[in-house]
């Protein structure tokens, strides 16, 4: 992480400046002679003043609008003003001039030294490994060439490949009979409830998509001028894009109300402006936070080059100092070795990183050399059999139980529903069921392929096998991978960075961010706010505590029934409970 910072008077100016923490350590390391010569440790002596000032406003920053990437250069302590008149040549002098404000600002002075040392040595354990080597702040995620489980383990010659063939063999046949099923007491499913709803405003929809992708631009742009220096990232940018990101969300979850657009397309638009801020938050904080150590590097460089031949930096500064520079050309020259940071910045390379299946920004990807077309072939063909077996199911199954809950709300009284609500649920699992494990082959394994296949992205680690979880923390990180390293990154990393909380604390608060975006959700779909979903997401938490217990740990195979009994129980209970109650 970057030196921790503190405003100091200036003599000349009379206003509070930031300054490092390799620079307040310098502070200790040298007496003045008179009390009208100024302090080494002063921005003017150091030429680049856009950057001094750059360096102030960054500073006065927090955590909370430079979000968690640009903790990094942020303060760790209150301001305070240090009186640099208070230092004379001789310590017996200077006791005899020093009034109590002063001798009260020396004292205080001096425990700011010591704070901002340890925090020196804090910022140094996040910043290099116990074995001395530099840790990136980005090495908690890494590409890598990949394929999807199914991919790499499902294929002829492997063991289970004739009982994958079996199982779709039997999925065939039970979407050939609800087919049958439905044409021979409703008609055709082309004209069905579900397909007129799935139809209606279609271009509409397809237009509203369109102008809110076009509109993530908008985090490009302000790189852009960050990087043509008309405006500060750590002052103006990252302000920028957190009142954008606040109305992104808000504006085209209002607009597909006040369209009226049925309740497919408006949950479809809801979760995809949450994917298009997710990228774009990754893509603007992740070149803020090498802005920031871009202007560290050249702090810190500047400052050694000016006092190269000076005997007053103690070794500690000269440490501070060189560790600096050293961590920072590390972190830039890491990301990437074609195109080096900030050359990254263009619209070329945010359409690229925009078209991949991924909300975590890397300036390179793996790559792979060309589009297999049988293999894309296969995996759009399961995309319209998966979508068209889903819509059956729902027509077929979902629709009347819906229906049926929806009279009993407005006929029955609230006993007797309870009464009947346990059969209601026994009656979903089924249909729920099916319609769950269909919606993730459909998009972790199909769609997600078939993009990636498009864009020759290599890294298909969509998924991991959470089929096998035995708690709740390992399905959370094995189900939907993508966004696991999206609030591994940028929320759970970065608040114990920013808010120096503890791993406990930031897993509360991923899981909080998690549970109120799947709450959303249940608003835009049931235009109701129950919070049934919140509770059951974050009911989660004691359960993974519970696994952890002697009796459940090596109980493995107790600790995976648990786990599929939430899996039949929990979607069915959730859905239910919104339309019944």
Not at 149 to 165: L, P, R, T
Not at 176 to 185: N, Q, S
Not at 244 to 270: C, D, N, Q, S, T
Request: glycine share 4%; charged share 20%.
């Amino acid at each position: 992480m970057s030196l921790a910072s503190i405003p100091m008077k200036d003599p000349a100016s009379d206003e509070n400046r930031s300054f490092t923490t390799a620079q307040m350590i310098t502070k200790k390391s040298k007496k003045f002679k008179n009390s009208r010569r100024k302090s080494i440790l002063t921005t003017d002596e150091y030429d680049n003043s856009s950057y001094e000032g750059n360096l102030q406003s960054s500073t006065s920053n927090t955590a909370s609008s430079t979000e968690v990437e640009d903790s990094d250069l942020e303060s760790t302590t209150p301001k305070a003003k240090v009186d640099t008149s208070s230092f004379s040549s001789s310590e017996s002098s200077e006791t005899e001039s020093t009034t109590p404000t002063q001798l009260k600002q020396r004292l205080f002075s001096e425990k700011r030294r010591k704070e901002l040392s340890k925090a020196y040595r804090q910022r140094r354990k996040l910043r290099y490994k116990q074995d001395g080597s530099i840790r990136s702040k980005f090495a908690d995620i890494k590409s890598q060439p990949r394929a999807t489980i199914f991919d790499a383990e499902i294929h002829f010659g492997s063991k289970f490949y004739g009982f994958a063939v079996a199982f779709w063999f039997a999925v065939a046949a039970f979407g050939a009979k609800v087919l049958l099923d439905y044409e021979t007491t409703q008609g055709s499913i082309l004209r069905s409830l579900i397909v007129k709803i799935m139809l209606k405003d279609l271009w509409k929809v397809a237009a509203t998509d369109l102008a809110m992708y076009l509109s993530t631009y908008f985090s490009v742009l302000v790189q852009l001028l960050v990087k043509k220096g008309f405006i500060d990232w750590s002052t103006i940018g990252c302000k920028l894009i957190g009142v954008f990101e606040v109305g992104f969300v808000g504006f085209y979850i209002w607009f597909a109300r006040y369209m009226e657009f049925p309740w497919i397309a408006k949950i479809f638009l809801m979760l995809h402006s949450i994917v298009l801020l997710m990228k774009l938050h990754s893509y603007s904080f992740y070149n803020g936070y090498l802005w920031n150590i871009t202007k560290e590097l050249k702090f810190s460089e500047g400052y050694l080059k000016k006092h190269a031949e000076d005997d007053a930096l103690s070794e500690e500064v000269m440490n501070a100092l060189t560790s600096s520079v050293e961590f920072c050309k590390f972190e830039l020259s890491s990301q990437s070795k074609d195109y080096p940071f900030p050359r990254n910045i263009t619209f070329k390379n945010f359409f690229m990183y925009s078209m991949f299946p991924t909300v975590v920004y890397e300036i390179d990807y793996p790559r792979n050399e060309r589009i297999r077309k049988h293999y894309l072939f296969g995996k759009i063909a399961g995309i319209f059999g998966v979508i068209f077996l889903m819509m059956a199911i729902a027509q077929q199954h979902l629709y009347p139980i819906v229906m049926k809950c929806l009279e009993m709300r407005e006929t029955l009284s609230l006993w007797v529903r309870i009464q009947r609500y346990p059969l209601i649920i026994l009656e979903t699992i089924p249909p729920f069921l099916s319609i769950y494990i269909l919606t993730f082959y459909l998009i972790w394994e199909l769609i997600l392929n078939a993009i990636a296949e498009l864009t020759c992205f290599a890294d298909r680690e969509f998924y991991r096998y959470w089929w096998n979880s035995v708690n709740w923390n390992d399905y959370a990180r094995d189900w939907n991978v993508p966004i696991h390293q999206f609030l591994l990154r940028h929320v759970y990393h970065s608040s114990i960075s920013a808010f120096n909380v503890s791993k406990g604390s930031a897993t509360l608060l991923t899981f909080f961010l998690s549970s109120i975006v799947h709450e959303l959700a249940m608003w835009v779909i049931f235009d109701k706010l129950r919070g049934y979903l919140l509770l059951l997401q974050m009911a989660q938490l004691p359960l993974i505590q519970l696994s952890k217990t002697p009796l459940l740990k090596e109980r493995q195979t107790v600790g995976n029934c648990i786990f599929w009994f939430g899996i039949l129980f929990g979607p069915s209970l959730m859905c239910t409970m919104y339309l019944v109650f």
